[in-house]
């Protein structure tokens, strides 16, 4: 991943054109641009059997996205686009780009096997800044899960860890739990 801090003003444009220009994935999160390649396939492979487990268990006003992104209230040149989203179903009707993060049910970030403590910690903190009432943060590196609940103050105040094998327990209205027994782990790094 690698981040450029511009001046503010139109720096969601800036973002677009590096998309459009390098298929690089752009976020804005606290004002520097970031950039990260698309994912590999074990990234992706756990996304799609998270989407899976979401789709056939979410209540029927929810669904599971991918390639949806979330602004930071207050400043929508700020955003985020996590690897996968819960909003109410009228987003798929919806004009917008940005959806409103107390719109997430649930934000899922699988970190990227080159992706820093600091990289992951800032990510954390803009989500609870944002007010995102749930994250989960899946880690194939070292095959643990972290559930982040109850934003306040730009913190989480409820975090709950765990193994791949073990259940990730979900608030109400999502699925009472998502299975992380068959997620891929990362091959060791070289």
């Known amino acids: ?9 139109r720096l969601r444009d800036v973002a677009e054109e590096i998309e459009q220009r390098t298929g690089l994935r752009a976020q804005i999160i606290g004002g520097t641009l970031v950039m990260s390649p698309t994912p590999r396939g074990k990234h992706a492979g756990t996304v799609r059997q998270l989407r899976i487990q979401l789709d056939s268990k979410l209540p029927a006003d ?90 306040r103050d730009g913190l989480y105040q409820g975090v709950l860890l765990g193994k791949y094998g073990e259940p990730v327990p979900l608030p109400a209205p999502l699925p009472a739990e998502l299975d992380t027994s068959g997620l891929p782990i990362y091959a060791p790094r070289r």
């Not at 686009?81 to 993060?101: G, H, K, Q, R, Y």
């Open 62 to 151: 929810l669904g599971a996205y991918e390639v949806s992104s979330i602004y930071m209230p207050g400043n929508d040149e700020d955003y985020v686009t996590p690897d996968l989203i819960v909003l109410p179903l009228d987003w798929e009707n919806d004009d917008e780009w940005l959806a409103d993060p107390h719109d997430a049910a649930l934000a899922v970030e699988v970190i990227s096997n080159s992706e820093g403590v600091k990289a992951v910690a800032t990510k954390t903190d803009w989500y609870a800044s944002a007010g995102t009432a749930v994250l989960l943060a899946l880690d194939p590196r070292n095959g643990t899960w972290t559930l982040y609940t109850h934003p």
């Open 1 to 9: 991943m690698t981040a450029i801090t511009v001046r503010p003003g």
